[in-house]
């Protein structure tokens, strides 16, 4: 696995992550039907908050993101990409790993919501997430903090 490092998202990150989510995104909305070239990138516009987000860098470039946006009764993990031609190489199940270490440590549940069909879900439910709710295109899953599970 390559070395990499969490910094603090500032807004001049924006465009950059979108470009990403852009095309991280596209195969699986393309299959479901639901691309489109300016809102996929608008949406995360819209929705980016730096101080709930991190870059993630490889060798000191940029290579992806993630964020943790709290809420009343858990986080939400949101804007979880990385650069396809880092996939499978460990660097997701690392940052995730970590982000949901503090969780445990501060005793909170994780929500997120999937796109149907992504690969991503094999990595959340390897990590303790399970099906909340779902529906044609997203899936909602939650992962209550280590001590808390169900085994």
């Keep these: 696995m390559a070395d990499w490092e969490l910094r603090p998202a ?6 950059a992550v979108a470009e990403l989510r852009a095309v991280v995104l596209r195969a699986d909305l393309e299959r479901l039907g639901r691309y489109d070239e300016c809102r996929v990138r608008q ?3 819209e929705r980016f908050v730096p ?7 490889v060798g000191g470039a940029f290579a992806g993101c993630v964020a943790l946006r709290p809420a009343e009764d858990a986080h939400w993990l ?9 996939h499978g190489g460990g660097i997701g199940a690392a940052v995730l790993r970590e982000l ?5 440590r501060d005793g909170i549940p994780v929500r997120l919501q999937v796109l149907q069909g992504s690969a991503a879900r094999r990595l959340y439910e390897r990590h303790g997430f399970t099906l909340e709710a779902e529906d044609p295109v997203d899936v909602f899953m ?10």
């Design 10 to 15: 500032s807004a001049v990150d924006v465009e």
């Design 43 to 45: 949406r995360l516009r």
């Design 51 to 57: 101080a709930h987000t991190w870059v993630i860098e």
């Design 78 to 86: 949101e804007h979880f990409y990385l650069s396809p031609h880092l």
């Design 100 to 104: 949901l270490e503090r969780c445990d």
């Design 142 to 151: 939650v992962r209550e903090p280590a001590g808390q599970r169900s085994v």
